[in-house]
């Protein structure tokens, strides 16, 4: 192996370790916090590489090397604004991890705050009980969603803490249509958790149909050399030694 595609499949790695570090949800937050709280004044850490425009740049340099001259240059300029755009669109794992998580616990904080709001409990008391019986991520968006009510804030602006959780729109809108109006939650709720669920199977069900179709390619592609070996070759063998 020559030395310059040596290097290049280094730099390559290198940058595919580099762009799987991501900073953290919580450090972009307080960072933007900082500067947000003092203007005039440089956050703390505010001068540490982005690990991604530098996976991006090393990915670049990795294209670059191996064509080589002008044409090389221009590639991997090319290469490593692309790969920046693609990287950040990428979703993070833990993102990912977290919203399934939410969308899981979706239906049974629907079931606990209908059950809550059953036994007379105020809606603000509600939800900040279901948020404290849930935890985990979803748990937080309630409780900063019953925080919010309990301070008097705007129903419409509590419950949108819940925007960015998946299926969260349809409980966002029986809440805000609640306030106003002053129907009864807690059927609503019920039917939003069955709804919740059976959407859940459905989309179970899609997938293991999914799957099933996808995994014949790879099982075709690994029976059809055996099938053309032991069954094709030997007749075309036979044919051919009758003829000649």
Not at 43 to 60: E, F, H, N, Q, Y
Not at 65 to 78: E, H, Q, R, S
Not at 131 to 159: C, N, S
């Amino acid at each position: 192996m020559s030395l310059p595609v040596l290097v290049a499949a280094t730099l390559a790695g290198v940058a595919l370790v580099v762009a799987g570090v991501r900073t953290p949800t919580r450090r972009r937050a307080r960072y933007r916090l900082a500067r947000v709280g003092s203007p005039g004044q440089r956050p703390a850490g505010s001068g540490r590489l982005d690990p991604i425009r530098l996976g991006a740049g090393l990915g670049g340099v990795a294209a670059g090397i191996l064509l080589g001259g002008w044409p090389g240059l221009l590639v991997g300029m090319l290469t490593g604004v692309l790969l920046d755009r693609l990287l950040r669109r990428l979703e993070p794992a833990a993102t990912r991890r977290r919203r399934l998580r939410e969308a899981a616990d979706l239906p049974l904080a629907a079931d606990l705050l209908a059950a809550a709001l059953r036994a007379g409990a105020p809606v603000d008391r509600a939800v900040a009980a279901v948020a404290d019986a849930l935890a985990g991520p979803l748990g937080e968006r309630l409780a900063e969603v019953g925080r919010t009510l309990r301070l008097g804030g705007d129903p419409e602006e509590a419950w949108s803490r819940l925007g960015p959780v998946p299926g969260a729109e349809r409980l966002t809108l029986a809440a805000v249509r609640s306030s106003a109006s002053g129907a009864a939650l807690a059927g609503a709720l019920t039917r939003l958790a069955d709804d919740l669920r059976a959407d859940r199977a459905t989309a179970a069900e899609a997938a293991a149909r999914r799957a099933g179709v996808l995994i014949v390619l790879p099982l075709g592609l690994c029976f059809l050399p055996a099938f053309i070996l032991a069954g094709l070759v030997p007749v075309i063998v036979a044919v051919l030694g009758d003829v000649l």
